[in-house]
């Protein structure tokens, strides 16, 4: 079992910046990819970015250009930088760590972008 702490959610107003952070631990070297999804008020928990442990990227066409995944490997913390956000980035935001037996989840954190 993996247990997954996020931190960072906070208000911001549009085109300003957040970075947020996800601490692992428990059996850590079972995760083979860690990530970031989110989920806006009324609709489905989506992808935002998903880095493998060889630390490669992939994001959301919603996001590409904008947020930044890194960390994860020895660390085990995987963090996201959000820059220039926008209102339809608000929603909570939940880390995941994936292994052979299945996906564990963080409890999310709110972040909310104000116009």
């Known amino acids: 079992q993996v247990q997954l702490v996020e931190s960072g959610g906070d208000l911001v107003q549009a085109g300003g910046s957040l970075s947020l952070s996800c601490a692992a631990s428990?059996?850590?070297?079972?995760?083979?990819?860690m990530g970031w999804y989110r989920r806006a008020p009324g609709k489905s928990r989506d992808m935002v970015a998903t880095?493998?442990?060889?630390?490669?990227?992939n994001y959301s066409d919603a996001v590409k250009g904008r947020f930044t995944i890194s960390g994860y490997n020895a660390r085990n913390t995987v963090y996201l930088q959000m820059n220039s956000l926008k209102p339809e980035d608000t929603a909570v935001y939940y880390c995941?760590?994936?292994?052979?037996?299945?996906?564990?989840w963080g409890q999310g954190t709110q972040v909310t972008v104000s116009s």
């Open positions: 428990g059996y850590t070297s079972a995760i083979n990819a």
């Open positions: 995941a760590a994936f292994t052979p037996t299945g996906t564990n």
């Open positions: 880095i493998s442990r060889d630390g490669y990227p």
